[in-house]
C-alpha cells in the first residue's frame, strides 16, 4: 500500500471512529427512552384494564389514620377504580379469607396489615411472590430502600413486603412517675406493686401491636414476669391502641403498652397529653417491627390489575411518607424522612427482639396463646 492509501485508511478508520463515540450516546440515550417507555406502556396498560374492573378489595390495616390517608389519597389519584378498604386484625383475616377460598371465592385483591397473617396467608399459598408484580423504576429498584430487598420483605418467598419500620416501647405519665426510675427499672417498673391496675394495653390476643409488646416482655422480662403484669398486676386490656392512649391521657393509667401516635398527637393539639413520655429506644425497652401494616398482593386477585396498581402506588415516595406521617412511622424508602414519635429511631448496632421476622412466628403466636389462657375473657 503507498503512502496516499495509508493516509486515506487512516482518514477513513477515524471517521469510523469518530462516528461509533457519537453512536454510543445515542443509542445510551434511545436505550433509556425504550426502557422508559417501556415502564410506562406497562403501566398505562395495566391502569386502563384497572379502570375496566373499577373496583379494589383490601384487607387493611386497622390503624384508623393509615385508613383515612389511604382511602383519601386513592380517591384523589384513581377516582374510577372504587376501594373497598375492610379493617381487621390478622387472626380475624386469615381464617376469613381461607375459608372463603375453600369454598373456590377470591374476592381480595391486597393484603395490608399485620405481619402475622401475611405469613400465614403466604404459608397457605393465597399470595403471590410481590417483585413480579413491580412496574414502577424507583419501586423496583433495592437502591431506594435501605437494606434493599433482604430489609424490605420480611418473608423468605418474597410475598409479603415491610415497607414501614421502626423501635416501639411503653410509654408512661412523666408526671407521675419518675424518668429517673423509668430509667433505672426499664420494663421492671411494671412489675412494682404501687402500680396495680395502672397499666393499659392494646389488648395482646387479638393481634397487631399489643401482643408484640407481650413477645417484648416476654423475650426481655420472662414468662413468670409476663403472668404477673398481665395477672397481679390486673393490666386493663382495649380492643383498640386508641381507646389505651386515651386511657394515659385521661389519667386513667400511668402506664400505656402499645401507643397509638396519631391519637397522642391530636390530644397534644388541645394541649393534654404532653406528660406521656416513651421508656426509650433501646434493645432492653423496645422492639421493633413494621408498624402493624405490611404489603402482600393475592393470588388469583378479584381485580388484577387493580391489585398491581395498588401495590406500586403503595410503595412510592408520596404515599410512603403520608402514611409514615399518618401513623409515625419510619418508611424503609431513603427519600422519606423518619416520622416516628418522640424520635423513636433504632439504635445503629443495637439488638433488638425483631416482632416482624419470619422465623419468630411460631413464638409469637405461643405467647399470644399466652395471654389468652392468663386473661380468657
Not at 391521657?249 to 391519637?263: D, P
Request: glycine share 8%; with cysteine.
Amino acid at each position: 500500500m503507498n503512502a496516499r492509501n495509508t493516509r486515506h485508511a487512516r482518514r477513513h478508520a477515524l471517521r469510523l471512529i469518530g462516528a461509533a463515540a457519537l453512536a454510543l450516546p445515542l443509542a445510551a440515550a434511545s436505550h433509556a427512552a425504550l426502557a422508559q417507555s417501556g415502564w410506562q406502556a406497562e403501566w398505562n396498560r395495566t391502569l386502563e384494564a384497572a379502570k375496566k374492573e373499577g373496583a379494589l378489595a383490601v384487607a387493611g390495616s386497622r390503624s384508623p389514620d393509615a385508613r383515612r390517608v389511604m382511602t383519601a389519597l386513592w380517591k384523589r389519584d384513581f377516582p374510577d377504580i372504587d376501594l373497598n378498604y375492610t379493617v381487621g386484625s390478622s387472626t380475624s383475616w386469615v381464617p376469613r379469607v381461607l375459608a372463603e377460598r375453600g369454598a373456590d371465592k377470591f374476592l381480595w385483591d391486597a393484603f395490608c396489615t399485620g405481619p402475622t397473617g401475611g405469613f400465614t396467608l403466604g404459608q397457605n399459598g393465597a399470595l403471590d411472590p410481590l417483585v413480579g408484580h413491580l412496574i414502577l423504576p424507583d419501586v423496583k429498584d433495592e437502591k431506594t430502600w435501605n437494606g434493599g430487598f433482604e430489609e424490605l420483605f420480611i418473608d423468605n418467598a418474597r410475598r409479603v413486603a415491610g415497607p414501614f419500620v421502626q423501635p416501639a416501647t411503653v410509654w408512661y405519665d412523666e408526671k407521675k412517675v419518675a424518668p429517673d426510675k423509668v430509667n433505672r427499672l426499664g420494663l421492671a417498673i411494671l412489675l412494682e406493686p404501687e402500680y396495680k391496675g395502672k397499666i393499659v394495653w392494646q389488648d395482646p390476643r387479638i393481634g397487631g401491636p399489643g401482643q408484640n409488646y407481650s413477645l417484648l416482655i416476654h423475650e426481655i422480662l420472662g414468662e413468670a414476669a409476663l403472668r404477673k403484669i398481665v395477672v397481679d398486676q390486673e393490666s386493663v386490656f382495649y380492643n383498640s391502641a386508641s381507646e389505651a392512649t386515651e386511657a394515659l391521657v385521661r389519667g386513667k393509667a400511668l402506664f400505656l403498652i402499645g401507643v397509638q401516635a396519631s391519637t397522642l398527637d391530636q390530644f397534644k393539639e388541645q394541649g393534654i397529653g404532653r406528660n406521656a413520655k416513651p421508656f426509650g429506644n433501646s434493645g432492653k425497652v423496645a422492639f421493633n417491627g413494621v408498624g402493624g401494616m405490611v404489603l402482600a398482593i393475592m393470588n388469583r386477585p378479584a381485580h388484577p390489575n387493580a391489585a398491581k396498581i395498588f401495590v406500586n402506588w403503595m410503595l412510592t415516595k408520596e404515599i410512603q411518607n403520608a402514611l409514615a406521617d399518618a401513623d409515625k412511622f419510619n418508611s424503609l424508602r431513603r427519600d422519606v424522612p423518619p416520622h416516628a414519635a418522640a424520635g423513636m429511631m433504632a439504635i445503629e448496632g443495637e439488638k433488638y427482639v425483631n416482632t416482624s421476622a419470619e422465623r419468630i412466628l411460631d413464638k409469637k403466636k405461643g405467647v399470644r396463646d399466652l395471654m389468652k389462657k392468663l386473661r380468657p375473657n
